[in-house]
């Protein structure tokens, strides 16, 4: 039977899943046979395991650093936002239904029996599993229906390692201040304080450290530096909500990426991002498209509004443009941003919104049409042009039919089968596969493509790539050294 630690943090973004991963990988570096764990999530950045299963991308990162291979078990409940006020429901990688608030908390049993039936399985397989919460556990307005923060803690009998954020200010008054908002049995879980996200001298910290330790009667295990320099997927798309170009200076090829409202599976473009010379931005209305060598539209959980969302800010107009006036611009379309290159959208049934049919961007001949039933596949293809390897994920309700003869982007491999589409001259291209920029040769191939065009020279085949292995030692080091690893230890065995 596997000991258990869990991870929970003073409110959302605080480094959670990243202390997760670090974890993860210590124990796997201390010997130990290690897995995440994280009941509820809520994202709209998922995976497609080889079992066919849908599951949040972090604690796909995290099995990563566990080196094993990701199971809809280490995210039992994935929850999808169509808007504000309503979500797609993914329950051990299906979905079952789209929920508002309160019908979900009406099934809150029945996903919380799930969740630990998942939990108990992968605690009979591993030596350790590291559990992770979901935003704060001292939400007073969701305590009662929350089966992802203390009532996984107390189920799991769990200890609890509370996070703080001190890059956000106020890391004393809101570690001290979620204590007090716990009630009794709920304090007696938490075993310790990190500290995350600290610039400058840690011997400042001391009194802080002490009267945190003393109003408390909780040691602090250690103080985290703010780091840049260890490239890892982002979790969710709060990293979207920062005002911050992420655009290099003298960047030698400069890519867009359409910031939809309802953005899915941003982590398509980190290995663009991570490249030498490249400059990617997050673009909407207020920046727009000026410069860009590529744009693409990415993934969306709710493609039609995202299409209108594109007529009605004017960057519709802007792309079109673009295209016209600069016949080298690279346009990629990603799922969803593939159905909008189409003629049209329709969803009839209203599988996403109550739309109807929308006119696409008109710039490849194929239409598309949501249906009820979802396809979740993990893909290896061959790029059509280049005869180069892909390995990629499909999640989407949408059935993609051609309007007469197309190019397509992809054959699927040992199957009669293509994917995607592109224009003859290939500037213009969209696909069902996410994950095709994380195959290196392909990548490299496409920017060298682009470099070409603008007299650069070509980037060498696997030179200077991202190593996510290199990246989670790096992060291992960096929590090892700064935390008190007996006191981890006494802490997971206690």
């Known amino acids: ?55 949040g991308r972090a604690q796909v990162v995290q099995a990563q650093a566990s080196r094993i291979s990701p199971h809809v078990d280490m995210n039992p409940i994935l929850i999808k936002p169509l808007s504000n006020i309503n979500a797609q429901i993914i329950l051990k990688g299906k979905p079952i239904a789209n929920m508002r608030p309160k019908a979900y908390y ?63 200010g106020g890391v004393f008054a809101s570690l001290v201040g979620t ?3 716990l009630s009794k049995n709920d304090k007696e879980r938490v075993k310790g304080f990190v500290i995350n996200k600290f610039r400058g001298d840690k011997s400042l910290l001391k009194d802080g450290l002490r009267f945190l330790e003393k109003r408390t009667k909780r040691p602090v295990l250690g103080v985290i530096p703010y780091f840049k320099d260890i490239k890892l997927p982002e979790e969710d798309g709060v990293v979207l909500e920062r005002d911050v170009p992420e655009t290099k200076k003298h960047s030698e090829v400069n890519i867009a990426v359409i910031k939809l409202p309802h953005i899915s599976n941003f982590t398509d ?25 590529i744009i693409i539209i990415p993934g969306t959980k709710n493609t039609s509004a995202d299409l209108l969302w594109l007529k009605k800010t004017g960057l519709e107009k ?9 016949p080298k611009t690279v346009l990629v379309g990603i799922c969803g ?29 194929i239409k ?3 249906k009820p039933e979802k396809v979740l596949l993990q893909t290896k293809a061959i790029h059509v042009s280049s005869g180069l390897e892909v390995d990629g994920y499909e999640i989407h309700h949408g059935k993609t039919a051609a309007l007469g003869r197309i190019k397509p982007m992809f054959k699927v491999k040992g199957k009669e089968i293509f994917d995607g589409a592109q224009t003859g001259t ?69």
Not at 21 to 46: E, T, Y
Not at 279 to 290: A, C, M, T, V, W
Not at 474 to 491: E, F, G, P, Q
């Open 368 to 370: 598309t049409e949501l």
């Open 179 to 181: 204590m007090e908002l």
């Open 1 to 55: 039977m596997a000991k258990v630690i869990m991870v929970q943090g003073t409110g959302s973004s605080v480094g959670k899943s990243v202390i997760v991963s670090a974890l993860c990988r210590i124990f796997l570096q201390d010997g130990l046979r290690v897995c995440p764990f994280k009941a509820q999530n809520m994202s709209l950045n998922s995976f497609v395991t080889k079992e066919g299963g849908e599951m």
């Open 106 to 168: 009406k099934q809150r049993k029945k996903l919380a029996k799930n969740a630990l039936s998942s939990f108990e399985r992968l605690r009979k397989e591993y030596e350790v599993v590291v559990i992770e919460g979901a935003g704060s556990p001292a939400e007073v307005n969701l305590r009662k229906n929350d089966i992802v923060n203390m009532h996984m803690a107390h189920a799991a009998r769990s200890p609890v390692i509370l996070v703080g954020d001190i890059d956000k």
């Open 269 to 293: 473009f980190d290995a663009l991002k991570n490249e030498p010379g490249v400059g990617l931005s997050y673009i909407d209305e207020r920046k727009g498209l000026n410069g860009q060598d």
């Open 426 to 494: 290939g500037e213009i291209w969209g696909t069902y596969l996410h994950g095709v920029f994380d195959s290196d040769s392909f990548r490299r191939h496409f920017l060298n493509r682009v470099r070409k065009n603008k007299n650069l020279p070509a980037l060498p085949d696997k030179v200077g790539m991202n190593n996510l292995e290199k990246e989670f030692n790096k992060l291992a080091c960096l929590v090892r050294n700064n935390i008190d690893m007996k006191l981890l230890y006494k802490i997971l065995k206690a």
């Open 318 to 326: 802007q792309i079109l443009l673009n295209v016209k006036s600069k």
């Open 337 to 365: 941003g593939y159905q909008m290159l189409g003629r049209s959208i329709s969803d009839s049934l209203k599988i996403e919104s109550g739309s109807g049919e929308i006119k696409g961007l008109g710039l490849l001949p």
